[in-house]
Each structure stands twice: as structure tokens, then as C-alpha cells.
T-cell receptor, first 117, second 108 residues
Framework: KAGVTQTPRYLIKTRGQQVTLSCSPI?????VSWYQQTPGQGLQFLFE???????NKGNFPGRFSGRQFSNSRSEMNVSTLELGDSALYLC????????????????FGEGSRLTVL | KNEVEQSPQNLTAQEGEFITINCSYS?????LHWLQQHPGGGIVSLFM???GKKKHGRLIATINIQEKHSSLHITASHPRDSAVYIC??????????FGTGTRLQVFP
């Protein structure tokens, strides 16, 4: 059974650009959640999608957005990139309808490492 | 205020030692996750708890709802257990908050 796949694995952007990251969950998983990890702030919850609907959102500005498609694949977008957006972006999928905030065990991808210059 | 406090921040052990990592949280959680992160970034979910105790191999996780405290134990530690261990509390207010992590190094 294939795991969670994130693309691209590494990317470099400049300030002001935008970026789109992709996450393909494990087959059959309908919940996809996104996380940002930085040395200074550690891991932070961005948002979670279930059946194409955003159910939960962390404390991030509106420049961070996402969506989920009918096949459960998810994308997140960051617009007007800032230096502080440099981070490892992780997504996780879950089988349970509760997702990460209830009873869903999380399966993580390897992450997309974004560097903003 | 929803918070997660994890201790210790760093832990060094000799192979074979019993390891305990602690996690404290505020009221109102629906689940508590324990995660393992190896160098390079990959994260593996170890346990997801809402009550009681779970065991998987040499790993044991417990949660005490009254004391708002969870522990991760590693029995007979091995150098391959060296990693960062992170707890994350899922609050009923729809927030998932992470501890700062415990960096464990096990020496042969």
C-alpha cells in the first residue's frame, strides 16, 4: 500500500512569489491535514480537509490556503512569500472521519522543504 | 489557554536503559498523539490515545486524563531509537498543538 506522497520534495522561491504544494494521501483516506515545521516555532497545524471541505484551520494568515479534490488529493498554496515561510511543510492523511483532532491515526508524507530567498 | 509542555528537551541514554518522556496539556483534549521524527524530517505516528494505555513492541504510551498528563516509555532502548519524539494534543476547540519535542540519543 503506497504511503503519503508529497511533491515537490525541495523547492526554492524568492520573496513575493507564490508556491503550490501537493499531497496524495493513502488510498481510502479522506482526511488530509497540513503542518509547518520551522526551527523557531516547531510543528504547527495549518489546516485539515475532509471530503473536499476545510474543517479546521490553525492560526496562519490568509496567504496560506488549501483545497482538496474529489480523489482526496490536496494542495496548499502560499502567496506573496516571505522569508519566514521557509520551512518543512508536511501533510498527513487519516482514515478516520475524525481526522487528527479526534480519533484518526496520522500517516505523514516526507515533506516539502521550501526555501524563500 | 491551550498549551502542550513536553520534557525533557534533550535526553541521552545508554543502550538498554528505560526511557520516559513526559507531556502535559490543558483541559479539553479529544486525543493525544505521540510522533517520532528521524533526521531528514520523516514523521511516524507512534500512538494516538484518548484514555488508558497502549503498547507496541518496546514502546508504551499512557495518558492520565485527571492529571492532564501523558508519558511515552521506551523499554530496553536501542541506538535506532535515537530520534525526536513529539507529543501533540488535539483540543475540542479544533486545534492541534504540538510540544517542542524531546531529542533522544541512545549510545551503544
Amino acid at each position: 500500500k503506497a504511503g503519503v506522497t508529497q511533491t515537490p520534495r525541495y523547492l526554492i522561491k524568492t520573496r513575493g512569489q507564490q508556491v503550490t504544494l501537493s499531497c496524495s494521501p493513502i488510498s481510502g483516506h479522506r482526511s488530509v491535514s497540513w503542518y509547518q515545521q520551522t526551527p523557531g516555532q516547531g510543528l504547527q497545524f495549518l489546516f485539515e480537509y475532509f471530503s473536499e471541505t476545510q474543517r479546521n484551520k490553525g492560526n496562519f494568515p490568509g496567504r496560506f490556503s488549501g483545497r482538496q479534490f474529489s480523489n482526496s488529493r490536496s494542495e496548499m498554496n502560499v502567496s506573496t512569500l516571505e522569508l519566514g515561510d521557509s520551512a518543512l511543510y508536511l501533510c498527513a492523511s487519516s482514515f478516520a472521519s475524525g481526522g487528527p483532532l479526534n480519533t484518526g491515526e496520522l500517516f505523514f508524507g516526507e515533506g516539502s522543504r521550501l526555501t524563500v530567498l | 489557554k491551550n498549551e502542550v509542555e513536553q520534557s525533557p528537551q534533550n535526553l541521552t541514554a545508554q543502550e538498554g536503559e528505560f526511557i520516559t518522556i513526559n507531556c502535559s496539556y490543558s483541559v479539553g483534549i479529544s486525543a493525544l498523539h505521540w510522533l517520532q521524527q528521524h533526521p531528514g524530517g520523516g514523521i511516524v505516528s507512534l500512538f494516538m490515545l484518548s484514555s488508558g494505555k497502549k503498547k507496541h513492541g518496546r514502546l508504551i504510551a499512557t495518558i492520565n486524563i485527571q492529571e492532564k498528563h501523558s508519558s511515552l516509555h521506551i523499554t530496553a532502548s536501542h541506538p535506532r531509537d535515537s530520534a525526536v519524539y513529539i507529543c501533540a494534543a488535539a483540543y475540542n476547540t479544533d486545534k492541534l498543538i504540538f510540544g517542542t519535542g524531546t531529542r533522544l540519543q541512545v549510545f551503544p
